[in-house]
């Protein structure tokens, strides 16, 4: 299979960890030599619920003998998707009450650049310095890496960079500002938290310069912080919402939540300001139903606090500088880049999966299912222990 996949399958970079699958379950990846690999990565925060939560398969499979697709998103009312956006609604704060639905989480990033200069008029648009939205166009254009874009321009023009957690930069947010987009908890730059109110003081900034501030949640949403979305622990509620990653529990999907006054104007002049073919699609709002259902009626929310707590109480080492994070959102930062290389990479030969951050490249991703257990957290960090002990 390796093979072959190596020769028809586009790859992303030229050494791919290239584990064979047979199956998964909970929080177990299994290869084709049926090895059991624990999943400390939950396909980047994508499977909220582990591998194939009964659950989310039912809906999943209830969906299919119904229907799968049948119209372009907008156009029909299709059940799985109005019944996940009220009660999305119903536990989101006011003014966030519309959602519209895509396929992915840089969709959705650029469905809410768009609709941030549709609403204001304004084309400024400003990020923060390390930040990671994406990889389409648009989604690119608000990273501050020239080394990934450079190869890639001319990309969207009128983009300014801010310091994450840096009052000073505030400033730079005037009356010919768009949106503010930030990652409620930097992802690609390590993990970062933002301090000292500084939300809620970029929030009252764009309020004053008539600005909307765009939270991208696609990695902390969905109960891996402790809370259904990070921001619920800093006081800052966004005008525009982006979410994604953990919503469908491993089906591809993105949204951007915002109010009705706002969203509104995506459907006149012009109309189909956006458009998606298979946003919406039924059998992955059948998916992120159930996952949300589960979220919402278990204590997988409020237990990820208590397993963030034993991770850092377990993971004490001379080579561990640091855990960055929240909940079940965490990133060791080791002693040097090599430490964090070799510790994925023999983690995995111990058939522990571990990965790497997109930027800061001392750090260790840990953000495995929400439903792992006690015991698997103490199996995994068994091991890593042993590793760095080892090296």
């Not at 709002?285 to 397993?307: F, Q, R």
Request: proline fraction near 5%.
């Amino acid at each position: 299979m390796n093979k072959d996949f190596l020769k028809y399958q586009a790859q992303t970079s030229p050494y791919p960890l290239g584990m064979e699958v047979s199956h998964s379950s909970g929080s177990y990846i299994y290869d084709t030599k049926g090895n059991a690999h624990l999943d400390f990565v939950a396909g980047v925060s994508a499977c909220t619920l582990g591998h194939c939560h009964p659950n989310v398969v039912a809906a999943i499979k209830e969906q299919v003998d119904k229907y799968i697709h049948v119209m372009v998103y907008g156009e029909y009312a299709q059940s799985p998707a109005t019944i996940y956006t009220k009660l999305l609604a119903d536990n989101l704060p006011a003014p966030l009450e519309v959602t519209y639905l895509v396929n992915s989480g840089t969709e959705a990033i650029e469905g809410a650049l768009k609709l941030a200069r549709r609403f204001t008029g304004r084309s400024e648009i400003i990020a923060a310095k390390s930040a990671y939205h994406g990889n389409t166009m648009g989604s690119l254009s608000l990273m501050d890496f020239e080394e990934r874009k450079s190869v890639f321009r001319p990309l969207l023009p009128d983009i300014y960079h801010i310091q994450f957690n840096n009052e000073a930069d505030l400033k730079k947010i005037t009356k010919r500002t768009a949106c503010v987009i930030l990652e409620t908890i930097q992802g690609g730059a390590g993990f970062i938290v933002p301090t000292n109110e500084y939300l809620k003081k970029v929030k009252q900034r764009c309020k004053d310069m008539g600005a909307l501030l765009i939270l991208d949640e696609i990695q902390p949403g969905f109960g891996r912080t402790g809370k259904l979305f990070a921001f619920e622990h800093f006081d800052c509620v966004p005008d525009i919402l982006v979410i994604g990653k953990g919503m469908a529990s491993g089906l591809p999907v993105g949204a951007f939540t915002a109010s009705k006054e706002i969203m509104h104007t995506l459907s006149e002049n012009p109309k189909m300001g956006h458009i998606t073919t298979f946003g919406g699609n039924p059998v992955i709002a059948a998916s992120s139903l159930a996952t949300l259902n589960v979220l919402l009626n278990s204590n997988l929310i409020t237990d990820t606090l208590k397993k963030e707590t034993l991770f850092k109480s377990l993971l004490k080492h001379p080579k561990i500088k640091e855990i960055r994070g929240k909940g079940l959102m965490l990133a060791l930062i080791m002693d040097s880049p090599e430490t964090a290389n070799v510790l994925v990479l023999k983690a995995k030969e111990k058939n522990l999966i571990l990965f790497w951050l997109l930027f800061e490249n001392r750090a260790v991703r840990i953000s495995p299912p929400l439903t792992i257990s006690e015991e698997e957290i103490k199996e995994g960090c068994t091991i890593i222990l042993e590793l760095l002990n080892a090296m």
